[in-house]
């Protein structure tokens, strides 16, 4: 079995994580290649062909798992998430839990759970730029401490125009993410929908939205070029030029994540949101 294997360098620890992945692969039969910065620590084999993957491996928090899923590209391989740090949202399971599901992974007992993604583009004719999120697309000001005036519209039709900090496009998956933060819904993830949530609306009068998944989002904002900016899933930055409005679909794309049966996402939350499991919960991983 060929795994990739990526990872934060800033976690510490990570060098003992690595020589214990070395150490087990020969015996469950897993063959990791990995990727440049790794492979210098841990020798091996380096990750160059994507297409040869049977899985891919995340050593960090959500953050290296997005990067791993921007890797992967709309490859539909699984990704098992190792977290390494506090939250861990998306991950698999935790350090401690690290052996038996490479273990698990290795033997095929898991099941591949596919996580919908967003498309975003400007709306400029022949604009080539496409971004695709797990989690959410953020349109935001840059510059000034001030708020922005946005138009959205779905299918063309107009929902409000409102004063906010930005607004946050999110799959069901990112809702546990920034659109939380924002005061949007959880949304249990294999419910297909686009969530849009104002950041800190100007008025008491407009609420966070749950879309259809086949819904198609347009949003206009003022503000000159530099000050209007798109992040996806928190890591990649762009602008909207002069007169583009950012439109926002779901993707022809998906990410498979490694989930175990016994990982429900509800005892999920209990864990990661504190909604009343006891912290020795052992299926709270």
């Given amino acids: 079995m060929r795994v990739g294997v990526i990872g934060n360098p800033e976690y510490p620890g990570l060098a003992d994580v690595l020589e214990r992945l070395r150490r087990l692969a020969p015996a469950i039969g897993v063959d990791p290649a990995f990727e440049a ?17 049977d899985a891919l491996i995340t050593l960090g928090g959500d953050g290296t798992l997005l990067r791993g899923a921007r890797l992967l590209d709309g490859r ?28 698990r992974l290795a033997r095929g007992d898991y099941r591949a759970a596919r996580r919908m993604m967003l498309e975003g583009c400007p709306s400029a004719a022949g604009d080539p730029r496409r971004w695709y999120a797990l989690n959410d697309i953020v349109l935001h000001k840059g510059g000034k401490a001030r708020v922005m005036w946005l138009r959205v519209e779905v299918d063309g039709d107009e929902i409000a125009s409102y004063a906010a900090d930005g607004i946050v496009l999110s799959t ?31 008025t008491l009068a407009i609420r966070p ?3 259809g998944p086949t819904s198609v989002v347009t949003v206009e904002a003022e503000g000159a070029e530099s000050e209007r900016l798109v992040t996806v899933d928190g ?51």
């Fill in 209 to 211: 939205l749950v879309l």
């Fill in 172 to 202: 069901p998956t990112g809702s546990t993410a920034y659109s939380l933060s924002a005061g949007g819904p959880v949304v249990v993830p294999t419910h297909e929908s686009i969530l849009v949530t104002p950041i800190s609306a100007h």
């Fill in 76 to 103: 539909e391989i699984p990704i098992l998430g190792i977290n390494l740090g506090r939250l861990g949202f998306l991950t698999t399971c935790g350090l401690d839990q690290f052996e038996t599901a490479l273990t």
């Fill in 37 to 53: 910065e790794l492979h210098a620590r841990a020798g091996g084999l380096p990750l160059e062909d994507v297409d040869a993957l």
């Fill in 235 to 285: 890591q990649v930055g762009a602008t909207l030029g002069r007169s583009e409005s950012l439109i926002v679909r779901r993707a022809e794309r998906w990410v498979a994540l490694v989930r175990f049966p016994e990982m429900t996402f509800f005892t999920r939350m209990r864990r990661k949101l504190g909604w009343g499991a006891p912290t020795d919960d052992p299926t709270a991983g």
